[in-house]
């Protein structure tokens, strides 16, 4: 069975602070997508990554895929009580078949 | 505005009731999506729509029926639910039933079964 891990589970930081969240599996994804969740919303696609050792910048936002596909990073420069959020990390497994993972509940404090 | 609109927003209901969950899709999407989000749980993928055709349904309750009249609608049914469907049900929509293309999600509702 395909897992994705991610951590930390909860991240509480000040704003202006950086950040790095990690998505992790034993298991080689052929792509990988990072979404954000703010409260009473549904996700929306921050990035798709499909090639090992892929770095992508989204304004402040950082992601890498690792170079052997199997594990993800997203990087928070100066963080803003905006990104407030959850962040989930999903990723195309076997068959096609979405792995995804729990999440990490980021609170950006003013 | 995602583009996909889910109603109604909140929905508590008794074991014997039936109620149904609708989605509305406005961007010409081909592939529709009902995902179950629980506390301490990954995404949970329920139905998968593919030009109204449905190719995935992941070993899902029959107390859960879905209808997709039409490539734009995608309706959940509920009958005779447990406790633990209490969740966040949401609706995606994506232009091509492929893994790494993009899912643009509801807001969902939020059932609450008692």
């Known amino acids: 069975t395909q897992l994705l891990e991610q951590s930390p589970q909860f991240l509480s930081i000040q704003e202006g602070e950086n950040l790095t969240v990690y998505c992790n599996s034993s298991s080689v994804f052929s792509s990988l997508q990072w979404y954000r969740q703010e409260p009473g919303e549904g996700p929306v696609l921050l990035v798709t990554v499909v090639t090992g050792g892929e770095v992508k910048k989204l304004k402040r936002l950082t992601f890498q895929f690792g170079d052997a596909r199997k594990d993800s990073s997203l990087h928070i420069t100066a963080a803003q009580p905006g990104d407030t959020g959850l962040y989930l990390c999903?990723?195309?497994?076997?068959?096609?078949?979405?792995?995804w993972g729990l999440g990490t509940s980021l609170a950006v404090n003013p | 505005e995602t583009g996909v609109t889910q109603t109604p927003r909140h929905l508590v209901m008794g074991m014997t009731n039936k109620k149904s969950l609708k989605c509305e899709q406005h961007?010409?999407?081909?592939?529709m999506y009902w995902y179950k989000q629980s506390a301490k749980k990954p995404l949970e993928l329920m139905f998968v729509y593919n030009f109204k055709e449905q190719t995935e349904n992941n070993s899902v309750p029959s107390r859960f029926s879905p209808e997709c009249p039409n490539s734009s609608h995608l309706f959940l049914h509920l009958h005779t639910l447990q406790p633990e469907d209490s969740a966040l049900y949401l609706c995606a929509s994506s232009q091509a039933e492929l893994s790494n293309t993009e899912a643009f999600f509801g807001q969902g509702t939020r059932l609450t079964v008692v």
């Open positions: 961007l010409g999407h081909n592939a």
């Open positions: 999903v990723g195309a497994g076997n068959n096609r078949k979405l792995i």
